[in-house]
């Protein structure tokens, strides 16, 4: 892979609960100009991920699900660990690009991460309060902060959401899908797909 300073690796729970999160986030970062980059399930995962951290500048590790598995009753700690992975990538590598590195980590709760993972106490830990649309916003700042580049303000981004998350349904359709069970790289195309226009013509659901 190439367009490393525009790649973002997305470290997040890929639950129906999280989806709406997910297509946030993956709008927001699209809408601005950058390549989501994510795991797929086929293959051996962690060289999966560990390629990814390598080819991504930006990570953005959400880690607001810390319920027990309901199949197996035990913690998940993918999400921990992957952003482990990113940091250690950051700050153990001799390349200067991988230096560069920068990431989000969000929350749902104000301050809970740091009680579950008290190595980040004095990390800023951003709170999306379980809301899709704040979460374009805290990406959309990170973002423009960290590259100290004007972008499109929070509010454009969410109205446009809005109107995507209001087709949705209709554009699932030809996927032959439910909304929160479109596959992540469907998502991805969906979004693209609809910036430029191509699902101009699909009324809105309602």
């Not at 690009?97 to 800023?124: A, C, M, T, W, Y």
Request: proline fraction near 5%; charged fraction near 25%; aromatic fraction near 12%.
């Amino acid at each position: 892979m190439s367009d490393y300073s525009e790649s973002v690796f997305i470290n997040c729970p890929f639950d129906a609960s999280f989806a709406p999160h997910f297509r946030a986030i993956v709008y927001a970062l699209i809408r601005l100009g950058f390549i989501p980059r994510f795991a797929w399930t086929e293959g051996p995962r962690i060289v999966r991920i560990m390629e990814l951290i390598r080819v991504c500048r930006f990570g953005i590790h959400d880690l607001s699900m810390q319920s027990l598995d309901t199949g197996t009753g035990l913690p998940r700690f993918n999400m921990p660990f992957e952003l482990g992975l990113f940091m250690g990538c950051r700050h153990f590598s001799a390349d200067a690009e991988q230096n560069s590195k920068d990431l989000l980590i969000l929350d749902s709760v104000p301050d809970r991460i740091h009680k579950s993972l008290s190595d980040f106490v004095g990390f800023d830990i951003a709170c999306h309060n379980s809301s899709p649309e704040r979460a374009i916003q805290l990406v959309r700042d990170w973002l423009a902060n960290s590259l100290e580049k004007r972008m499109y303000g929070a509010g454009k981004l969410q109205s446009e959401f809005r109107q995507f998350e209001s087709q949705l349904p209709l554009m699932a359709e030809y996927l032959k899908s439910h909304p929160d069970q479109i596959d992540k790289t469907d998502i991805c195309y969906l979004v693209r797909e609809w910036i430029r226009g191509a699902f101009s013509e699909v009324p809105s659901a309602g």
